[in-house]
């Protein structure tokens, strides 16, 4: 697949439409968020004709549901690397599952507004709703892991915990660690906000310090 070079629509010449399609929505949803265009538009960027998208994708919605799951897929695989089975401790690896999601959320804005803020049925796209479902249950292997480390009397829900987590590290990727005009000014860091927002709340969980390496 080749693109003629510059600012504007790319030119599609020959190889997958399909991933064609794919990388102009992307684009797209960078520039206009992903409630900002339409089906024809994709295909205009893409460079190819208005009917030619429905070989491949029954509409938009359709369209924005396989760009999500293959955000969620990236999403998953980064998780998991940087999770890397609780090594070399769960603590340790915790803190690098955080700084991944809060990079991935910077690096790939696109992916992560299709993934989270377009909208998408998850009734009526499941491999979109298991590619997430794989994606967070790499948090809750993780949080599940660390609430191991704690004394039995005072182990949360892990579902409860996991949530949680998740809650915070997406409300600060989305406010404060994103890669575009949404990132606001802070006197820290996105990964010092969540390292420390995550510190207190397992400190308020009963969580033992861990040491310092």
Same mark, same amino acid.
């Given at each position: 697949?080749? =693109?003629?070079?510059g600012?504007?629509?790319?030119? $599609? ?31 205009r =960027? ?7 998208? $429905? ?13 999500a ?11 998991r690397?940087? =999770?890397?089975?609780?090594? @070399? &401790? ?5 803190d690098?599952?955080g /700084?991944t $999601?809060?990079?991935?959320a910077r ?25 997430? &479902? ?14 191991a ?7 949360? @829900? ?7 987590? =998740? ?12 890669? &575009? ?5 802070l006197?820290m860091?996105?990964?010092e ?14 969580? @033992?310090p861990? @040491? /310092?390496?």
């Open positions: 697949m080749t =693109w003629k070079r600012s504007g629509p790319r030119a $599609y010449h020959h190889g997958n439409l399909k991933e064609a399609l794919v990388r102009a929505a992307l684009e797209l949803i960078a520039q206009k968020g992903p409630a900002g265009f339409t089906f024809a538009e994709a295909a =960027w893409a460079g190819v004709s208005p009917a030619a998208p $429905y070989r491949h994708f029954r509409d938009r919605d359709e369209l924005m549901s396989d760009v799951r293959r955000g969620f897929d990236l999403f998953e695989a980064a998780l690397r940087a =999770w890397d089975e609780g090594r @070399p &401790d769960a603590a340790t690896a915790f690098r599952l /700084k $999601y809060l990079e991935f690096k790939e804005p696109a992916y992560y507004s299709a993934m989270f803020e377009a909208g998408i049925s998850l009734e009526t796209n499941p491999e979109f709703c298991d590619a997430g &479902d794989r994606a967070f249950n790499v948090l809750r292997g993780a949080t599940e892991a660390l609430v480390t704690m004394p039995a009397r005072q182990r949360p @829900p892990v579902m409860m915990m996991a949530l949680h987590i =998740w809650a915070l590290s997406h409300g600060i990727a989305s406010l404060f660690g994103r890669g &575009d005009a949404a990132s606001r000014k006197p860091s996105a990964e906000l969540l390292e420390a927002g995550v510190l207190l709340y397992l400190r308020g969980l009963g969580l @033992p861990q @040491p /310092k390496p």
